[in-house]
């Protein structure tokens, strides 16, 4: 009912009642997972969700799906040693856009041969400098204790850029961790931009040269580069050979989960996420 013109109104602001409230004590909270992404992968925010998006937290955050923030670090689409190293000194800008004073339980770096060439120890220092954050892993630290997981000795390779990097790659994983990288190939292109658009039946086709290439039956492949669009066809590709396919995308998201412990859903998501269950 309209209210007379003689009559004041009070201002709706001058209504609003303050109440109390209180904040969520951490163990109340979902898992927090922070994944650093490169200025020019396609992929990675993606299938991250595919792998561990669904998943559900045991112990912080009980029966809650785990909050992922993401914050992107400037580096070049041409991939060269130099222009991979020169990422270490850009942490620190990358890191303080993540909100400030959040804590982490885990924090992911986007990149698998930029963590060989800075060192993934260097990468957790610097991690851990800048953000409070409990474990920090990186593509090539989740596919190391990946295949360990699984008690592969034989592996399969297959990376998209220059062959400089996956040689080094592939001695790391031989020299420190007593692998042997039975067969391996390249796409040979240097731009992350056009990795991230090689199409899925590319690199089904590359896993079907590897596996004919190998002079041994293998015990897994591993397909090296966040930006390689590989979910679609892990499973494809499993039950074709029967042996189990990691992609640097799952090894990140797996290892991430295993740190967080969290319970994830394993429909579609390849061999690895079976283990131990």
């Not at 993401?70 to 620190?92: K, P, Q």
């Not at 090689?198 to 966040?226: E, G, N």
């Not at 039950?239 to 967080?260: C, E, F, H, T």
Request: charge should be negative; aromatic fraction near 6%.
């Amino acid at each position: 009912m309209p209210q007379s013109p003689g009559k004041s109104q009070t201002p709706l602001i001058q209504k609003l009642a303050h109440l109390p409230f209180r904040t969520a004590s951490h163990d109340e909270t979902a898992a927090q997972l922070g994944l650093i992404i490169l200025e020019t992968d396609l992929t990675i925010e993606a299938e991250l969700r595919h792998f561990i998006g669904d998943s559900i937290g045991t112990k912080v955050g009980h029966g809650q799906k785990p909050t992922i923030l993401h914050s992107r670090i400037a580096c070049d689409d041409e991939v060269t040693s130099e222009n991979l190293t020169a990422m270490s000194g850009r942490f620190a800008e990358s890191l303080a856009l993540f909100p400030p004073g959040y804590r982490f339980d885990v924090v992911g770096y986007g990149c698998t041969s930029a963590s060989l060439l800075i060192g993934e120890q260097t990468i957790q220092n610097i991690v851990k400098s800048h953000i409070d954050v409990d474990h920090v892993t990186t593509p090539l630290t989740g596919v190391r204790r990946a295949l360990k997981s699984i008690g592969a000795r034989q592996i399969g390779y297959l990376a998209p850029y220059i062959s400089e990097i996956s040689f080094q790659m592939c001695s790391l994983l031989e020299d420190e961790d007593g692998l042997q990288i039975s067969a391996a190939a390249t796409f040979g292109e240097g731009r992350d931009s056009i990795v991230g658009c090689i199409h899925p039946q590319s690199i089904l086709q590359a896993i079907d040269a590897i596996v004919d290439q190998a002079s041994t039956r293998l015990d897994a492949i591993f397909i090296s580069c966040t930006s390689l669009k590989c979910a679609a066809i892990i499973e494809m590709a499993e039950v074709k050979y029967g042996i189990p396919v990691i992609s640097s995308n799952s090894a990140i998201a797996w290892d991430m989960a295993r740190l967080a412990s969290l319970d994830v859903p394993i429909a579609g998501k390849g061999r690895l996420f079976r283990q131990n269950r």
